[in-house]
């Protein structure tokens, strides 16, 4: 399976998760493709909005600064919610709240880190 697929499979279960959830979502087809700040995928539910960027490595840290910057663009001008996954080697994945990230000032992350589960930004249990 290349790089692009795994990626892909990332964000679609990413979809599917969400929508199991109730809240409507989709892919966005060619995000990285652009020059402008498009998440990987967006999620909609009673007028909420979260934005997320999917990122999926073999090693145990990751640097985000380029993708929080991305979606902080994006999140100032649609006011949506947004995050980041990441999906270390055969572990869950992790979301990390780019305003988190942003006031921090440090990017990356890493299999230790503090993170929020899907229920917990979607708002059905508290963070970790």
């Avoid at 917990?120 to 249990?125: H, K, M, P």
Wanted: hydrophobic content about 40%; proline content about 2%.
């Amino acid at each position: 399976m290349t790089n692009y697929q795994k990626g892909a499979r990332f964000e679609r279960d990413i979809v599917n998760e969400l929508w199991k959830h109730g809240w409507a979502a989709m892919r966005a087809a060619g995000s990285g493709t652009v020059g402008f700040p498009v998440p990987d995928v967006i999620g909609i539910k009673d007028k909420k909005i979260i934005v997320i960027e999917c990122k999926a490595t073999r090693k145990d840290k990751i640097n985000l600064k380029k993708a929080a910057l991305s979606l902080k663009k994006l999140s100032d001008i649609s006011k949506a919610r947004a995050y980041i996954a990441v999906k270390f080697h055969k572990k869950r994945p992790r979301f990390f709240d780019i305003k988190t990230l942003l006031s921090r000032g440090s990017y990356s992350v890493s299999l230790n880190d503090n993170h929020l589960s899907l229920d917990s930004i979607l708002g059905e249990q508290g963070t970790l």
